[in-house]
């Protein structure tokens, strides 16, 4: 099922819930571009355009419409484009345009709640003993109890080889039917197990993913969300092409992966990489009391999602090229281009999927419109085709335009700078990485102070330390 033009409000390219005067102002400028541009194969059928904007501005008419397209079962995810100009100049030299793109599900849809199909991997190399090992297999124990009794959980442990702990199974086959049976059950076997876990030995995580993906694909159905979490304290040794490519045949098996480093010995890289064919979320646990909220969020956003394995389609028009992508939200994070599509995740809860692509726009001789597609595909849950929503940016091209018509909007331009503080935070970290400490610690600065200007008093008190 696709999303089309006959939806009325991406006709006009606004949200369900935009305003009069957007709609209005939007309808306005479709006209403008028509105008400009007569003939072009991709101008709007004028009188579905006026139709769109008749029903729309009369708030019956468009209540009306707005109940039958629900009654409809309409599901279609809605996609926002901002672009940071709607005109570029006529130029010898190739420009730079920055698109915001936010992914969110419709105001009145709820959440899918399905079935989890969640694993767990967790290194136990020597450096992981102590508190770390700890709070995560404390975690465990307060997963098992956030999980219901239809889901399935399995833990491997690995260091330079990988052990199941606990094979895939449903949560009740372990606890019994009720939360009362596991509170009494102090000496079950499954907790025997966890407090039987010690560390030792080097990491290679290859064997941690391999073994812990062969426990979700047990369960890997539409029925359940497939979804395994690495959580490491390290540097892998010699597998990293291993580990890439067992993470892009899970993800076109439909199976998500995000990733955690724990301390500050880990190689955020790797887990960003590890990460990006599904579009998960990696990120940085400072320090072990922290594991169990950073679990605990990530358990409740697999628990309530709108759309699985959403998908940014690279369609460009030649003219185009995209040049870098940073997700935004629900978190910072750099978006791997693989292909003819973009993993961008799943959308959770209420939060959006946020993102900021950059264009290059190859020289422009004459005056024209150039239309930038942004589809994106999606799962709605077990047994549906895939279904698409979308926008379409609409720049034109102008002889010789006012400087001050052509500012990028302040969207964007916020957008931009949280881009550019993550550059020179990865920078310093690379910087470190190789030796250069004093240099690195000099960039730390300058971030700090950027985050002070801004506001961001938890980030440059994070970036002093």
């Not at 964007?412 to 990485?433: G, H, K, S």
Request: with cysteine; net charge negative.
């Amino acid at each position: 099922m696709s999303q089309e033009p006959a939806d009325l409000y991406a006709l006009l390219g606004v949200s369900p819930q935009a305003p009069a005067a957007d709609i209005e102002s939007a309808f306005a400028a479709i006209q403008a571009q028509v105008a400009a541009n007569p003939g072009a194969p991709d101008n709007p059928d004028p009188t579905r355009l006026q139709y769109a904007h008749d029903v729309l501005t009369d708030p019956k008419r468009r209540a009306l419409y707005d109940s039958l397209v629900h009654e409809a079962g309409n599901t279609s995810l809605v996609v926002e484009a901002v672009a940071s100009t709607e005109r570029l100049t006529v130029s010898s030299e190739p420009q730079i345009l920055y698109v915001l793109l936010t992914v969110r599900p419709p105001e009145r849809q709820a959440a899918r709640s399905r079935r989890l199909n969640l694993g767990l991997a967790i290194d136990r190399s020597t450096s992981m003993r102590g508190p770390r090992l700890e709070k995560v297999l404390s975690a465990v124990e307060l997963i098992i109890n956030k999980l219901g009794p239809d889901d399935i959980l399995s833990l491997v442990t690995f260091s330079d080889r990988a052990e199941v702990v606990l094979p895939a199974a449903t949560v009740a086959s372990r606890t019994g039917p009720t939360q009362a049976n596991l509170n009494k059950i102090e000496n079950s076997a499954w907790r025997q197990r966890l407090k039987a876990v010690t560390a030792s030995g080097g990491t290679e995580i290859y064997h941690g993913l391999n073994t812990g993906l062969t426990e979700v694909r047990r369960h890997a159905t539409p029925d359940y969300t497939s979804h395994l979490i690495l959580l490491t304290d390290g540097h892998t040794y010699g597998d990293v092409p291993e580990c890439l490519r067992l993470a892009e045949t899970a993800a076109a098996e439909g199976i998500g992966m995000s990733a955690f480093g724990i301390g500050s010995d880990w190689n955020d890289h790797f887990l960003d990489a590890l990460v990006a064919p599904s579009g998960g979320q990696s990120g940085h646990i400072k320090e072990p009391a922290d594991i169990i909220s950073h679990l605990e969020d990530r358990l409740k956003g697999l628990g309530d999602i709108h759309a699985q394995q959403v998908q940014l389609q690279q369609s460009w028009p030649d003219q185009v090229t995209l040049e870098d992508a940073f997700k935004l939200a629900p978190y910072a994070q750099p978006v791997t281009q693989m292909g003819d599509s973009i993993p961008l995740g799943n959308v959770e809860g209420r939060a959006p999927l946020s993102f900021l692509l950059e264009f290059r726009v190859a020289p422009q001789a004459i005056p024209n419109r150039i239309n930038i597609p942004l589809t994106v595909s999606y799962s709605s849950g077990a047994g549906n085709a895939d279904h698409t929503a979308g926008q379409t940016v609409q720049i034109m091209v102008v002889p010789g335009a006012d400087p001050v018509e052509i500012q990028p909007t302040p969207a964007v331009i916020e957008a931009v700078r949280r881009f550019n503080l993550y550059c020179m935070q990865e920078q310093a970290w690379d910087e470190a990485q190789s030796g250069q400490l004093e240099t690195a610690a000099a960039r730390m600065y300058q971030l700090t102070t950027r985050y002070l200007e801004s506001g961001d008093l938890k980030l440059a008190q994070q970036a002093q330390l």
